[in-house]
């Protein structure tokens, strides 16, 4: 069925758009036309009735590549169907529309079972499910963070296997290249695994000899890997130096600096520093809401989580949370901070959104409200509406 929405503002990705139809088809965008053209009037016209209304900013839907859970529901702790949609639900408040569900290293049995859940996810179309991203397990010790050492490993065989599986659409491994060799790494860039490097306290020629075999991206960049020196430029260095690889950040005011993120933002060829979450449990909670993770309780003090040792222990930071600090924070322009967010992500993994364009999914957010204080009105996966916010303080639209 066929259905249009009429939108003040739009934000396409690259540009700006003033009285748009936008016109959807079985969960695609099949047209884009001005308001009061010939064309827009004739789909007025074939739809009837079947107009949504959209007064606030249309804008891409955002994409996040980290996200270990939300709506109090962590999926190393429950790696089932259900929890995917608990999680993909908490986020959607937040203008998610596409996500990995993230399994932090554990046991091979673990990550089986939600290997096997975010199959079942995709073959039942559960709303904003792209694929999986496995943090962990073949990781640095000294940079392993709040990953329990008693699960760090080299990898096998049994591993190599799952994270090849083609039934798991867009698969993510964050892996530590001084553990895991170029050879391996190109069998499972072969295999149509997306490596990233993470959790990693390799050397500069390490780094570079993984990126050379395929590895594409890095994991929430200056958390828990090498630091870039004077005569040692680490894993920082190797992914500020190498134009082709995407850099997860974490643009929360606690993980990094906010002079640090610009300094690499200008650093790295534009279009390769997208936003993620990092997200843990509380995100769509009460402020006070904690959490167990492998037996230690995590505790959520305003928007830090922290365990007991005091190491950060993920994030309780949202998409829109995430582009509103990068223009606060990163004084960014609003349409770099929702590219970071939507475009560069759907580059990143391969698939058809982060655009609102002829032929991509129909996945779209209305935000209200100022840049750099916005707020999501309304979220929509495939054309359907998935989250509607309720009493929102400012419904004027958005102002660029």
């Not at 559960?126 to 490993?153: A, D, M, N, T, Y």
């Not at 997860?248 to 650093?267: F, M, P």
């Not at 040792?309 to 995430?322: P, R, S």
């Not at 100022?370 to 929509?380: F, I, L, N, P, S």
Request: net charge negative.
């Amino acid at each position: 069925m066929k259905h249009i929405f009429k939108a003040k503002t739009l934000f396409d990705g690259t540009a700006y758009r003033e009285d748009v139809l936008l016109a959807t088809t079985a969960g695609v965008i099949s047209a884009i036309e001005p308001a009061n053209s010939e064309q827009g009037k004739l789909l007025l016209a074939e739809v009837g009735e079947a107009v949504t209304e959209v007064s606030g900013l249309l804008t891409p839907g955002f994409i996040d590549v980290q996200v270990n859970g939300g709506g109090g529901a962590l999926f190393n702790a429950a790696p089932t169907v259900e929890c995917i949609e608990t999680i993909g639900q908490a986020h959607a408040q937040f203008g998610t529309t596409g996500f990995l569900p993230t399994v932090i290293t554990d046991e091979l049995e673990v990550m089986t079972q939600a290997a096997d859940a975010v199959a079942q996810a995709i073959a039942q179309n559960v709303p904003g499910v792209l694929g999986i991203h496995f943090e962990g397990p073949h990781l640095s010790v000294p940079k392993k963070g709040v990953h329990p050492e008693q699960h760090v490993r080299q990898i096998s065989q049994a591993e190599i296997e799952l994270f090849c599986r083609d039934d798991l659409g867009v698969k993510v491994v964050t892996l530590a290249p001084e553990n895991v060799s170029p050879e391996v790494i190109k069998q499972l860039v072969d295999a149509g695994v997306q490596v990233c490097i993470g959790h990693s306290n390799a050397d500069y020629q390490t780094t570079q000899k993984a990126i050379a075999a395929g590895a594409s991206g890095f994991t929430h960049l200056f958390n828990a890997m090498s630091a870039f020196t004077s005569r040692e430029p680490g894993v920082v260095g190797a992914a500020l130096n190498s134009p082709d690889t995407w850099c997860g950040v974490i643009v929360d005011g606690h993980h990094v600096h906010a002079a640090t993120l610009q300094v690499a933002i200008k650093a790295k060829p534009q279009g390769k520093i997208m936003l993620v979450t990092d997200a843990m449990p509380p995100v769509g909670q009460d402020l006070d809401a904690s959490f167990e993770l492998f037996g230690t309780q995590v505790i959520r003090q305003g928007d830090r989580l922290n365990a007991p040792t005091g190491e950060l222990a993920g994030c309780v930071l949202d998409m829109v949370g995430a582009v509103n600090n990068c223009v606060d924070m990163l004084q960014l322009e609003l349409t770099e901070a929702l590219r970071m967010a939507a475009l560069y992500p759907s580059q990143f993994t391969g698939v058809e959104q982060g655009q609102i364009a002829i032929g991509k999914a129909a996945n779209f957010v209305e935000l209200t409200g100022e840049a750099g204080k916005m707020q999501v009105a309304a979220t929509y996966i495939s054309g359907n509406r998935v989250f509607a916010a309720q009493n929102l303080a400012n419904t004027q639209g958005a102002v660029r």
